[in-house]
């Protein structure tokens, strides 16, 4: 949301990018995204909703390993900006760009296969389609996934005390990443909100073939 604080939205991103580090839960999609980038013949990978980094920082080396070693172009309507010039600088084969990107208009300049991870559910249905349909229509290979799924059992209700946990060893050391999780707990709360939210809202792998169906027809693979 464009009035949720820049600072609150950067520190939650930290979170994620470490959570997925400790869980490595795409991994395992590495030699599927592999198959799809041969067979789409891209040259790069375009990565929406970036946040902070997301799985990148592990999934890019197994991306190599599945035998594709493509540059990866991290991109968000509201990047966090630091975190992912850091992962950029220290990270070969990772781009960032600064720009907000529109993830139903991307931009002619970010063409190649793209990627949605932990993002799509941030859409309602229209967008979603519109998210989809832009692919189709500017021609470009899209790979969606979440790490999660729409049931009562995927509620991330223990994401507080993994936030207590994890914030030390998110890094850069911050001492206002301290305050604001320890002192004042707006971010285990703001965390914790977001998870039960997208376990409500993540869309079934289904619901997600429907809609590419609906919006690409005969064009649709």
């Not at 990107?101 to 979603?128: I, K, M, Q, Y």
């Not at 470009?140 to 996934?145: D, K, S, T």
């Not at 207590?164 to 914790?192: D, E």
Request: hydrophobic share 50%; proline share 8%.
């Amino acid at each position: 949301m464009p009035w949720w604080p820049r600072g609150w939205r950067g520190t939650a991103t930290d979170y994620l990018v470490t959570a997925l580090h400790f869980a490595r839960v795409y991994n395992g999609l590495a030699p599927r995204l592999a198959a799809a980038v041969k067979h789409c013949g891209s040259t790069r990978i375009v990565d929406l909703c970036s946040g902070g980094g997301g799985p990148w920082p592990d999934l890019l080396p197994a991306l190599r390993a599945a035998g594709v070693d493509r540059p990866v172009c991290l991109t968000d309507k509201y990047p966090n900006a630091a975190a992912l010039s850091r992962l950029a600088a220290t990270t070969p084969g990772l781009h960032f760009d600064p720009a907000s990107v529109d993830v139903t208009a991307v931009p002619a300049r970010l063409a190649g296969s793209h990627t949605l991870l932990t993002g799509f559910h941030n859409f309602r249905l229209a967008e979603a389609r519109a998210l989809l349909a832009a692919a189709v229509r500017d021609r470009q290979g899209i790979a969606v996934a979440e790490a999660s799924s729409r049931s009562w059992a995927a509620l991330q209700l223990l994401v507080p005390l993994a936030v207590l946990a994890m914030t030390p060893a998110i890094r850069p050391f911050r001492w206002s990443r301290l305050f604001w999780t320890y002192a004042v707990p707006v971010l285990p709360v703001a965390i914790l909100f977001d998870g039960v939210v997208w376990t409500l809202r993540v869309y079934t792998p289904a619901e997600m073939l429907a809609m590419g169906q609906e919006v690409g027809g005969d064009a649709y693979d």
